[in-house]
């Protein structure tokens, strides 16, 4: 237990390059299927681009920093297993799967963007943007509210729901012209 806290801090900012990763895939997502708007010679630099800078990010950031951050997360799981009987940790954890799930949906418009399948405009993709942000905020509050969060779950679950209506609604608004 002594190394704990090491654990804890090394998970952490694991954490914070991992979302970094992840926030910054879908901008470059946007960016590259905007290109379709270009002319053709414009097109071929800046795919070629942003293939680059997409591989790049997601070998040498995002997945080894989401591999750290699941390997720092169930050794602090082993080393304190009394967290698994925690309500808090049960809605970290359910919104840890949603996050492998938009993990995976990453890692397939990486792949379909990588071969020019553009199977989404860019205001949906800047709408997905956002379902990571989402997801980051229940697990920080899960994990600073502790009982609080459980406490007020249904108040919680309200905003979060209003809080995604209305990043929705900006991003709409914002890019309604696209």
């Known amino acids: 237990m002594q190394f704990?806290?090491?654990?804890?801090?090394?998970?952490?900012?694991?954490?914070?390059s991992y979302f970094a990763g992840l926030?910054?895939?879908?901008?470059?997502?946007?960016?590259?299927?905007?290109?379709?708007?270009k002319p053709e010679a414009e097109q071929n630099?800046?795919?070629?681009?942003?293939?680059?800078?997409?591989?790049?990010l997601w070998n040498i950031i995002t997945v080894p920093a989401g591999i750290l951050v699941l390997a720092t997360g169930i050794t602090m799981l082993v080393l304190n297993s009394a967290l698994l009987?925690?309500?808090?940790?049960?809605?970290?954890?359910t919104a840890v799967i949603l996050l492998l799930g938009y993990h995976l949906w990453s890692w397939r418009t990486l792949k379909e963007i990588q071969k020019d399948q553009y199977k989404m405009k860019s205001v949906r993709?800047?709408?997905?943007n956002e379902v990571a942000t989402l997801l980051l905020f229940i697990i920080?509050?899960?994990?600073?509210?502790?009982?609080?969060?459980?406490?007020?779950?249904?108040w919680i679950l309200i905003s979060f729901v209003a809080v995604g209506v209305l990043i929705m609604l900006i991003v709409r608004l914002v890019n309604r012209k696209k």
């Open 4 to 16: 704990y806290p090491i654990i804890k801090a090394v998970h952490i900012i694991f954490v914070i």
């Open 23 to 37: 926030f910054y895939i879908v901008r470059l997502f946007i960016y590259h299927t905007e290109t379709q708007d």
């Open 45 to 56: 630099v800046l795919r070629k681009q942003f293939r680059f800078m997409e591989e790049r």
């Open 85 to 93: 009987t925690q309500p808090w940790m049960h809605i970290k954890l």
């Open 125 to 128: 993709l800047r709408m997905m």
């Open 140 to 154: 920080v509050f899960a994990v600073i509210l502790k009982g609080l969060f459980m406490q007020y779950w249904y």
